[in-house]
C-alpha cells in the first residue's frame, strides 16, 4: 500500500529566508507526486507534481520541490519565503489501486513565515 | 468558471437528523471524492467515484453514504450524524482515475457540527 509521510506538523521560517517543507513517500510502482497548499477557510489548491523526467519541478507562486528517488523524498521548497506562504501543506501520492490510482495524502504541515 | 461546489458550507445540527451535503462539478469529471479533515490527522477519503453509479469505500466510509446518478453530482449522505463526525468536509474531482498524474480539484468545504 502506499504511504506519504510528513515529518514535521509545524515550520517556520523568517520572511526572506529559503523554505523547505519535508514529504517522503512509500509505493510500489512509478510515484506520482503532488503538493497542495490550503489556506485558511479554504479548499486545498493544486501546487505542482511530479510525474517522471527532470528531478526539480516548478509550480506556483515560486514554489519548487526536488525528487529524489534513491531517498524516497519530494520536498517541497521556495527561495525566499513570504509572509503569505503561511497555510498548510499537503503532499500527496498517486499509486495504483486495481485498475485506477487513488491519491492518497499526507498529514499536513502547517508552514509559518514570521515578518 | 471551472470549480467544484459544495453546500452547505456551515451545518449545525443535533444528533440523528439526515442530512445531505451537496457537490457539484462543472468540468466532466469521471472522478470524485470525499474527505473528512480533522486536526492531526490530514485529509481522510470517506468515499469515492470512478464514474457514474460507480463508488467504492474509502478509508473512513463508517455512517456515511453517497450516490452517484449524474456525473456532475457527488452528494454525501448521514443518515444518523453523530458527535464524531463534526468535521471539515471536502469534495474533490479529477478527469479520469486511471491516468495517475492527474490533479484533484477541491470544494471550498463544509464545516459540520453535529451536537
Known amino acids: 500500500a502506499q504511504s506519504v509521510a510528513q515529518p514535521e506538523d509545524q515550520v517556520n521560517v523568517a520572511e526572506g529566508n529559503p523554505l523547505t517543507v519535508k514529504c517522503t513517500y512509500s509505493?510500489?510502482?512509478?510515484?506520482?507526486l503532488f503538493w497542495y497548499v490550503q489556506y485558511p477557510n479554504r479548499g486545498l489548491q493544486f501546487l505542482l507534481k511530479?510525474?517522471?523526467?527532470?528531478?526539480l519541478v516548478k509550480g506556483s507562486y515560486g514554489f519548487e520541490a526536488e525528487f529524489n528517488k534513491s531517498q524516497t523524498s519530494f520536498h517541497l521548497k521556495k527561495p525566499s519565503a513570504l509572509v503569505s506562504d503561511s497555510a498548510l501543506y499537503f503532499c500527496a501520492v498517486s499509486a495504483a489501486s486495481g485498475g485506477s490510482y487513488i491519491p492518497t495524502f499526507g498529514r499536513g504541515t502547517s508552514l509559518i513565515v514570521h515578518p | 468558471e471551472a470549480q467544484v461546489t459544495q453546500n452547505p458550507r456551515y451545518l449545525i445540527t443535533v444528533t440523528g437528523k439526515k442530512l445531505t451535503v451537496t457537490c457539484s462539478q462543472n468540468m466532466n469529471h469521471e472522478y470524485m471524492s470525499w474527505y473528512r479533515q480533522d486536526p492531526g490527522l490530514g485529509l481522510r477519503q470517506i468515499y469515492y467515484?470512478?464514474?457514474?453509479?460507480?463508488?467504492d469505500k474509502g478509508d473512513v466510509p463508517e455512517g456515511y453514504k453517497v450516490s452517484r446518478k449524474e456525473k456532475r453530482n457527488f452528494p454525501l449522505i448521514l443518515e444518523s450524524p453523530s458527535p464524531n463526525q463534526t468535521s471539515l468536509y471536502f469534495c474533490?474531482?479529477?478527469?479520469?482515475?486511471?491516468?495517475?498524474?492527474?490533479?484533484?480539484?477541491f470544494g471550498p468545504g463544509t464545516r459540520l457540527t453535529v451536537l
Open positions: 509505493v510500489s510502482g512509478n510515484p506520482y
Open positions: 474533490a474531482s479529477s478527469p479520469r482515475s486511471v491516468d495517475p498524474y492527474n490533479e484533484q480539484f
Open positions: 511530479y510525474i517522471t523526467g527532470d528531478n
Open positions: 467515484s470512478m464514474n457514474v453509479e460507480v463508488t
